[in-house]
């Protein structure tokens, strides 16, 4: 084994079983400080909104905990009250929605005195959560306001246009704007809780200072009240797309650019050498578009390898420059294209992710955020431990071979937003 290569810190070991009625559950024990976070993953995200009611994901996850009913356990609560009471509890309530997925988390104290409560007034949300129509109409004014004002941006306007071309008319692509917000009812948002944020594929994922059986035991009072669910998917299979160019004038002096394609999901077998090959691909863009040619201050390459995957290069460039850096963006990708992922670059890089490896899980909120996705994307538990050792060997031409498969030019799709 070489230097570069070395064994790493072990990544801790992850634990799995089910609730009774079914969520899956993923626990890592750790017992550096007084802390547990907990974050429940739904199959629930924007991709689920009706086709016709773009924005439902969204509402739900603006309205969950604004109101809580009566119940056996505690009084009703409104948004304010719910508030107080995670505060006077030391816990921290996050809500999130993503493209596939509805995200809820909590932090706090380690201490039963502290965590029993706080998991019972976050049970009390998930299970009876009520949507006001006061709330609800506020909500449905305050994101239509902000869709109008990011409709302006020319970011936005870049990434709604790369994904219109990736995604073509698979729901991904769909968007709220305001007639969409504006066929949504009250309804719709408790139809779209009972059918998708329910246990039937729900994960549940445990980091903190905790023992085996106190993670069971909060694994179960706080999934015990979710309803059932419906087990739904989504195909995630996209037609091929077309290589493409769309240009979208705007008075913006600053101009967007966007180059990417369709990939692979965290499953697939090229998901680890592309990204390596993706990690390189940064390296050489920013030596050519910003050291050499001076055209961006920053340009990156995202990839996403999740149940679908994606890779985007982004950069913000002069308007009247937009082109010359779009084509130097082009030059490095048709060269990895032709030649191969550079050998220097792909060293340089993969040694760079395996010792930073450790670093991405040296806190509980950065390794609760990596366990929740393997579970989300299906991937084993042990995916953390072996991801460095699956890393290491990877060979240079595997890493070309997966560039070359999924970033043809013949599969990208560009944008460029901003100039005349």
Same mark, same amino acid.
């Given at each position: 084994m070489s230097r570069q290569h070395r064994p790493l810190p072990a *990544?801790? *070991?992850? @634990?799995?079983?089910?609730? @009774?009625?079914?969520?899956?559950?993923? !626990? $890592?024990?750790?017992?550096?400080?007084?802390?547990?976070?907990?974050?429940? #993953? !739904?199959?629930?995200? *924007?991709?689920? /909104?009706?086709?016709?009611r773009a924005g439902v994901a969204e509402l739900v996850r603006s309205l969950l905990f604004t109101a809580i009913p009566r119940g056996d356990t505690g009084p009703a609560l409104d948004e304010e009250a719910i508030e107080a009471a995670f505060d006077e509890l030391g816990a921290e309530l996050s809500v999130d929605v993503r493209p596939s997925c509805l995200s809820v988390g909590l932090r706090m104290l380690s201490a039963a005195a502290w965590r029993e409560p706080a998991i019972a007034l976050l049970g009390r949300g998930l299970s009876r959560p009520r949507f006001g129509v006061r709330v609800f109409e506020r909500e449905r004014d305050r994101l239509e306001a902000w869709l109008a004002e990011q409709e302006t941006e020319t970011e936005w306007v870049a990434e709604r246009a790369f994904e219109t071309g990736v995604f073509g008319d698979h729901p991904l692509a769909r968007t709220p704007d305001a007639d969409s917000l504006q066929r949504i009812a009250l309804s719709d948002l408790?139809? !779209?809780?009972?059918?998708?944020?329910? @246990?039937?594929?729900?994960?549940? +994922?445990?980091?903190? /200072?905790?023992?085996?059986?106190?993670?069971?035991?909060?694994?179960?009072? &706080? +999934? $015990?009240?979710?309803?059932?669910?419906?087990? +739904?998917? $989504? #195909?995630?299979?996209?037609?091929?797309?077309?290589? +493409? &160019?769309?240009?979208?004038?705007? /008075? *913006?002096?600053?101009?967007? =650019? &966007? =180059?990417?394609? &369709?990939? =692979?999901?965290?499953?697939?077998?090229? @998901?680890v050498p592309l990204a390596l090959a993706n990690r390189a691909l940064n390296w050489r863009l920013h030596a050519v578009v910003r050291e050499r040619d001076g055209l961006a201050y920053d340009v990156s390459s995202t990839l996403l390898a999740s149940r679908y995957g994606f890779v985007r290069v982004a950069l913000k460039t002069r308007a009247d420059q937009a082109e010359q850096a779009l084509g130097a963006v082009l030059e490095v990708m048709d060269a990895y294209q032709r030649d191969g992922v550079d050998a220097d670059d792909f060293e340089r890089m993969r040694n760079e992710m395996l010792r930073g490896y450790p670093l991405g899980l040296d806190s509980n909120a950065k390794l609760l955020r990596h366990v929740a996705d393997t579970g989300f994307d299906g991937l084993p538990p042990d995916e953390l431990a072996r991801w460095p050792a699956r890393a290491a060997a990877v060979a240079l031409d595997e890493a070309s071979r997966a560039f070359a498969a999924h970033l043809a030019p013949a599969r990208r799709v560009s944008v460029i937003v901003g100039g005349r």
């Amino acid at each position: 084994m070489s230097r570069q290569h070395r064994p790493l810190p072990a *990544a801790p *070991a992850v @634990a799995r079983w089910h609730t @009774a009625n079914g969520v899956e559950v993923r !626990f $890592v024990a750790r017992h550096e400080v007084p802390i547990v976070d907990v974050n429940l #993953d !739904f199959d629930a995200g *924007a991709v689920h /909104d009706p086709a016709d009611r773009a924005g439902v994901a969204e509402l739900v996850r603006s309205l969950l905990f604004t109101a809580i009913p009566r119940g056996d356990t505690g009084p009703a609560l409104d948004e304010e009250a719910i508030e107080a009471a995670f505060d006077e509890l030391g816990a921290e309530l996050s809500v999130d929605v993503r493209p596939s997925c509805l995200s809820v988390g909590l932090r706090m104290l380690s201490a039963a005195a502290w965590r029993e409560p706080a998991i019972a007034l976050l049970g009390r949300g998930l299970s009876r959560p009520r949507f006001g129509v006061r709330v609800f109409e506020r909500e449905r004014d305050r994101l239509e306001a902000w869709l109008a004002e990011q409709e302006t941006e020319t970011e936005w306007v870049a990434e709604r246009a790369f994904e219109t071309g990736v995604f073509g008319d698979h729901p991904l692509a769909r968007t709220p704007d305001a007639d969409s917000l504006q066929r949504i009812a009250l309804s719709d948002l408790d139809a !779209f809780w009972r059918s998708h944020c329910g @246990a039937a594929g729900a994960i549940l +994922t445990i980091v903190g /200072d905790l023992s085996q059986a106190a993670a069971e035991d909060l694994a179960a009072r &706080l +999934t $015990v009240g979710l309803p059932p669910g419906a087990a +739904t998917s $989504v #195909d995630y299979r996209f037609a091929p797309a077309q290589a +493409t &160019l769309q240009r979208v004038a705007h /008075d *913006a002096a600053q101009a967007h =650019v &966007l =180059v990417g394609a &369709l990939t =692979v999901p965290a499953t697939h077998a090229d @998901a680890v050498p592309l990204a390596l090959a993706n990690r390189a691909l940064n390296w050489r863009l920013h030596a050519v578009v910003r050291e050499r040619d001076g055209l961006a201050y920053d340009v990156s390459s995202t990839l996403l390898a999740s149940r679908y995957g994606f890779v985007r290069v982004a950069l913000k460039t002069r308007a009247d420059q937009a082109e010359q850096a779009l084509g130097a963006v082009l030059e490095v990708m048709d060269a990895y294209q032709r030649d191969g992922v550079d050998a220097d670059d792909f060293e340089r890089m993969r040694n760079e992710m395996l010792r930073g490896y450790p670093l991405g899980l040296d806190s509980n909120a950065k390794l609760l955020r990596h366990v929740a996705d393997t579970g989300f994307d299906g991937l084993p538990p042990d995916e953390l431990a072996r991801w460095p050792a699956r890393a290491a060997a990877v060979a240079l031409d595997e890493a070309s071979r997966a560039f070359a498969a999924h970033l043809a030019p013949a599969r990208r799709v560009s944008v460029i937003v901003g100039g005349r």
